[in-house]
């Protein structure tokens, strides 16, 4: 197989991590016979820095000409004091919009040697492993006015759905939670939203046509407690954008680190976009230290969504999780067993087992 992909380093741990995520493609187009034809492309405070904004006309160009997108993280503190256009950050809601990548799929996979890592209690998450379906492209953080008013006294921000935006990404809900347990929970706040009286509406409509799915409705706040006290509950997760936003970041915690989750950002019938859930960990960034995990795992979702390689990324979903039972980690995992390794390591332990 022959793909071309544009690579975003963006950022801090950007390029460390996905320098190791490069050497992992490789090894599987060496193992499995498949040519990756990799090109570079500007994000973030790097684009900022070279050609004066965070999102360049050439990489929404070359990402649209890709079979797929692999983006490190961006921003860091150099350019926290900038205008709001010249923010790093900008440049990712920008690729999200120009993609239009509707989907965002986040698994959350505890590992038993890493329960430790977690300040949850091990019988709470034991066994947890689970998938947020993020609707990324409506909502609260697009919708249109958002603004100060009457001298700054007012403030309005505008929550926005269409419902072909809500019936697509309750689909892609549907299609995802047939392909793991066939239990799907809707996380939505019907009580209170005009927008969660709708979504809950057209969940139910489609439920009709994916009759062997189990469909639970949860308030997002019900939702936020029971994801620390009972993870196991759940499988696949739907919801909308800024509620996915806060409870993927919540469910992180069962996995011990940030460093541990990929995503997958998915749009109707173009280019897929695969990247950390984590940021660019500018504290950390050059030492060599940072956990490749969620690049490599991110890697590997687009191996399974993009170019339906399910063979080369079950070899490296299953190179990390023997790596990690066997001790092996990186230092932000605070496990008191194992040996901790540094980011070049850590992907050679990974690359072993493919
Ligand atoms: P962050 O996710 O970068 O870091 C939070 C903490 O987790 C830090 O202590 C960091 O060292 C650690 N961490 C994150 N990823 C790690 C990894 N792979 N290995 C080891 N440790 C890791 O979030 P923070 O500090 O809030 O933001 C830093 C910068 O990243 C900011 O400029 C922020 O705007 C940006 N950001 C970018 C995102 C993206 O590119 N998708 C998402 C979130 C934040
Ligand atoms: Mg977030």
Not at 9 to 14: L, P, T, Y
Not at 325 to 350: R, W
Request: proline share 4%; aromatic share 4%.
């Amino acid at each position: 197989m022959d793909k071309q992909i544009l690579i975003l380093r963006g950022d801090g741990i950007g390029p460390e991590i996905m320098d190791q995520a490069i050497r992992v493609l490789q090894t599987i187009g060496d193992t499995f016979g498949h040519s990756f034809h990799l090109t570079d492309g500007l994000i973030g405070g790097a684009a900022i820095d070279e050609a004066g904004t965070p999102l360049p006309e050439a990489t929404i160009e070359k990402a649209k000409s890709s079979d797929a997108v692999l983006l490190g993280a961006v921003g860091g503190p150099k350019w926290d004091q900038n205008p709001s256009d010249l923010r790093p950050e900008r440049g990712l809601l920008g690729i999200r919009k120009a993609l239009d990548l509707y989907a965002n799929l986040r698994p959350v996979k505890g590992f038993k040697t890493l329960t430790d890592a977690s300040p949850l209690k091990r019988e709470v998450i034991e066994g947890s492993d689970l998938l947020i379906v993020r609707e990324l492209t409506g909502g609260l953080y697009f919708g249109r006015p958002s603004e100060r008013r009457e001298d700054g006294h007012v403030v309005v921000d505008t929550l926005h759905y269409t419902k072909t935006e809500m019936t697509r990404i309750i689909k892609k809900a549907f299609e995802s939670a047939q392909l793991r347990s066939k239990k799907l929970t809707s996380v939505d706040k019907a009580n209170v939203l005009e927008s969660s009286k709708m979504w809950r509406e057209i969940v139910e409509e489609e439920s009709k046509n994916y009759p062997d799915v189990t469909v639970e409705h949860v308030l997002v706040d019900a939702c936020a407690m029971k994801l620390i006290t009972s993870p196991t509950a759940f499988d696949t997760i739907v919801t909308e954008n800024m509620f996915g936003d806060i409870l993927s970041d919540e469910a992180s915690v069962l996995t011990g680190s940030l460093g541990m989750l990929p995503s997958a950002s998915l749009s109707e019938s173009g280019v897929g976009l695969y990247e950390p859930a984590h940021g660019s960990a500018p504290d950390i960034a050059g030492e060599n230290i940072a956990n490749p995990i969620a690049m490599i795992l991110s890697t590997a979702m687009m191996l399974r969504h993009s170019f339906h390689l399910d063979a080369e990324a079950t070899a490296i979903e299953c190179a990390v999780e023997q790596a990690i039972n066997n001790g092996y980690h990186t230092k932000d995992l605070q496990v008191s067993i194992g040996t901790c390794l540094s980011t070049t390591d850590m992907t050679n332990q990974i690359i072993k087992h493919i």
